[in-house]
Each structure stands twice: as structure tokens, then as C-alpha cells.
T-cell receptor, first 113, second 112 residues
Framework: DTAVSQTPKYLVTQMGNDKSIKCEQNLGHDTMYWYKQDSKKFLKIMFSYNNKELIINETVPNRFSPKSPDKAHLNLHINSLELGDSAVYFC????????????FGPGTRLTVT | DAKTTQPTSMDCAEGRAANLPCNHSTISGNEYVYWYRQIHSQGPQYIIHGLKNNETNEMASLIITEDRKSSTLILPHATLRDTAVYYCIVTVYGGSQGNLIFGKGTKLSVKP
């Protein structure tokens, strides 16, 4: 009955690899987001999708690309991983676009070696 | 978006009320106050939000001063599971396209 789920929970990979993190929400929400929490615990938004359209694209490297096969899924693809990409990545969703009442997944801890 | 100031950390005895303050002296008339928390190793959790009236839900109460320059989140009967970092966020409803900006928050430790 998990509202927002992410897989995998942990991801360890080497520099230069390409990886994906999957996110699914069963809340029927229209908008999904990706956030990054760095080692200093600061949470920053990366992307959001509303009905398959990107409505936020913060200044993240273009190695990161969100892909939404349908309204319930927003996957995060990362190419050519770098050491600085190591962080915890959180997926979230909201019923409406521009809503600050968001529901977060459990996070994916990415470690790049 | 208005800047917020929160104490770095607070302690609370289990079963007692936890009162978490937030200063937002530069808040503008159309900005809401949102509260989230993040329990260790979990994703952030929405708690409550308000504009100018006090709000209450099953998790907490939000008290906003009349001049709206500060607010207090109240957990009426804190439990050990309420130990978390609590974030006060002030933002325009519907603005910034849902971009939640998290600060450093207050680390609340509930002690037995």
C-alpha cells in the first residue's frame, strides 16, 4: 500500500556508468518530482512532471534526464555518473501542479565510487 | 519566497507538547507557511500548512501570529517516533511551480 515507491533503495556504481532510478505513485496524482539530498542534508528539487510534460528543470546537468512512461511513473536516468552525484534521491508527487503538499518516497541512496 | 529562521535543535520529553518555532518576518500577504518533517533515513513528510488562521489536523497544530511574522508547530503529545528534522517553508501558493525550498530545519529529539 506504499503511496510513493522507489527502486532500488541503494545503488552503488562506478564512475562513468549509466544508471536509472524508478519511481511509482499509486495516489492518482498529476505531478511528480525528483529531489536530491546531498551529504549536508540539503534537499533541492531537480525536476517535476505534470501529465508527461516537464514543468520544472532546475540547473542540473543534462546527464540527468527524467522519463515518464505514464502519469504514475517518473524515472530518473543518469548518464556518465560522477563522484559528485553521490546523494540520496527522493521522488515525490502532488495531486495538482504547483502544489506544495507533496508526498515523498523513501529515497534511493546512490554511491558513486 | 520569504526566508525562515528556525532553531537548530530542540529537546522534548515524551508525552509532552513539542512547540517548534519559526520566524518569517519578511513574509508577504500571499505566502503560506508549510511544515514538513524528515525522520532519519526516510523521505520528507508533509505535516500541515496555513495562511493566517490557526490550523489543526491529526498530526499537529499550526499557530500563526496575527502579524504573520512567526509561527509555531505544535505536536500535542510527542512520542519517540516524532524525533525528526522539522522544516518550516514559506512560499506563494501555486508559485514557483511546486518548488519546495528546504532550509536546515530544527532537529527535534524526543526523549523518554
Amino acid at each position: 500500500d506504499t503511496a510513493v515507491s522507489q527502486t532500488p533503495k541503494y545503488l552503488v556504481t562506478q564512475m562513468g556508468n549509466d544508471k536509472s532510478i524508478k519511481c511509482e505513485q499509486n495516489l492518482g496524482h498529476d505531478t511528480m518530482y525528483w529531489y536530491k539530498q546531498d551529504s549536508k542534508k540539503f534537499l533541492k528539487i531537480m525536476f517535476s512532471y505534470n501529465n508527461k510534460e516537464l514543468i520544472i528543470n532546475e540547473t542540473v546537468p543534462n546527464r540527468f534526464s527524467p522519463k515518464s512512461p505514464d502519469k504514475a511513473h517518473l524515472n530518473l536516468h543518469i548518464n556518465s555518473l560522477e563522484l559528485g552525484d553521490s546523494a540520496v534521491y527522493f521522488c515525490a508527487s502532488s495531486l495538482l501542479p504547483n502544489s506544495y503538499e507533496q508526498y515523498f518516497g523513501p529515497g534511493t541512496r546512490l554511491t558513486v565510487t | 519566497d520569504a526566508k525562515t529562521t528556525q532553531p537548530t535543535s530542540m529537546d522534548c520529553a515524551e508525552g509532552r507538547a513539542a512547540n517548534l518555532p519559526c520566524n518569517h518576518s519578511t513574509i508577504s500577504g500571499n505566502e503560506y507557511v508549510y511544515w514538513y518533517r524528515q525522520i532519519h533515513s526516510q523521505g520528507p513528510q508533509y505535516i500541515i500548512h496555513g495562511l493566517k488562521n490557526n490550523e489543526t489536523n491529526e498530526m499537529a497544530s499550526l499557530i500563526i501570529t496575527e502579524d504573520r511574522k512567526s509561527s509555531t508547530l505544535i505536536l500535542p503529545h510527542a512520542t519517540l517516533r516524532d524525533t525528526a528534522v522539522y522544516y518550516c517553508i514559506v512560499t506563494v501558493y501555486g508559485g514557483s511551480q511546486g518548488n519546495l525550498i528546504f532550509g536546515k530545519g530544527t532537529k527535534l529529539s524526543v526523549k523518554p
